[in-house]
């Protein structure tokens, strides 16, 4: 017969060598409950059931998937500057027009909307998100691209793409008098990015209300967090390609509104279809509640825009947001969050990119 403290020493021996490569956090707590328990059924005199049951549990406790967690302090050892960095970035674009508030914060949306947030939008190359037709007229990339070089140049190969779209977007919000929210970190930037999923993935201009509830919600966002994020249309413009159908056909819509849109937006395409609007004609570049005042007006820009306020379920949430623009600013910085931790890749997964048009 074995002995068994020999036994158990050998099983002990093996079992630290193998945190060799348990890398992760999660790993490790599981490697030392297994020591744990091992330890107490010693002391219990179970030796054998040590050497019979918790070989084959602690087996099963490996193989269990775990998933690493973004947090507020991710670079603090590693990049304490990067927030910072990025944050004058971002002032410094903000300042010389303040419509780049307004792409900041679109790019994080059109990038956690497809395969998650990942910095996939911003990979170059043929049947990328960002050749899509759906990502046409997305702008800001070289906004991106400026802080992922600051940014590099005090702690290269730390930053991943994706945290610098997520943190970008805050300090956008924050730029033109919009709230601010805590950004957790450890995102990583995937290999590759799929045109065809941005085309499904990613919410229409022409969508009605049915339609962009069941778009957020395949995304784990609901019909309240929706009109919230939709608010970020205080900033901004769009095309006339993407406004034209409403201009001309719709009946919800303002008269005078209207007539001002067909002015600067020809019927018969392609003529025009690069002509802007803004999405807030009140106050295009400060972060209000002024959107939805227009929605109540009938005067959204989009029938995506209109249509949360048209006799639907989201008519209440417009309202409580035009009376309470408190109350709007605290729901887009939740719904901020929310979006912003869409499927990210943390751990090992993905890298952290160099230029972030490039996969490594």
């Not at 670079?75 to 500057?81: K, Q």
Request: net charge negative; hydrophobic share 40%; proline share 4%.
């Amino acid at each position: 017969m074995h002995d068994s403290n020999t036994s158990n020493s050998h099983i002990q021996h093996t079992i630290v060598a193998v945190d060799i490569d348990l890398g992760t956090k999660n790993q490790r707590m599981r490697l030392l409950f297994y020591l744990f328990l091992n330890k107490v059924f010693n002391n219990m005199g179970y030796q054998k059931f040590v050497g019979t049951a918790l070989v084959p549990i602690f087996i099963l406790l490996l193989s269990l998937p775990c998933k690493a967690q973004l947090s507020t302090n991710f670079y603090d050892s590693t990049c304490h500057t990067a927030l910072a960095t990025i944050n004058a970035s971002v002032v410094d674009a903000v300042s010389r027009n303040g419509r780049n508030a307004a792409l900041l914060i679109r790019l994080l949306f059109h990038d956690c909307f497809v395969q998650g947030c990942d910095a996939s939008l911003l990979l170059e190359g043929d049947g990328s998100e960002k050749r899509s037709p759906s990502n046409a007229g997305v702008e800001g990339y070289g906004i991106i691209d400026d802080a992922k070089a600051a940014v590099e140049r005090v702690c290269p190969g730390v930053v991943s793409c994706a945290d610098i779209l997520a943190v970008a977007a805050r300090d956008a919000s924050v730029a033109v008098d919009g709230p601010s929210w805590v950004v957790r970190l450890g995102r990583r930037d995937s290999p590759g990015s799929s045109a065809a999923e941005a085309a499904t993935d990613l919410p229409r201009g022409d969508f009605n209300l049915q339609q962009l509830i069941s778009n957020f919600q395949r995304k784990g966002l609901n019909e309240r967090e929706m009109v919230a994020l939709s608010g970020s249309h205080t900033l901004g413009q769009a095309r006339c390609i993407r406004f034209r159908s409403r201009a001309y056909n719709a009946t919800n819509i303002d008269p005078a509104f209207a007539t001002s849109l067909r002015e600067n937006c020809p019927p018969t395409p392609p003529e025009g279809d690069d002509n802007l609007e803004p999405l807030d004609f009140v106050t295009p570049n400060r972060f209000d509640n002024n959107y939805f005042r227009n929605l109540v007006d009938s005067r959204g820009l989009l029938i995506s825009d209109q249509a949360l306020f048209d006799g639907g379920s989201s008519d209440s949430i417009v309202t409580e947001y035009v009376n309470n623009p408190g109350t709007f600013d605290s729901d887009f910085a939740a719904a901020m969050v929310r979006m912003s931790e869409i499927t990210p890749l943390t751990g090992t997964s993905g890298s952290i990119r160099t230029v972030c048009t490039t996969a490594n």
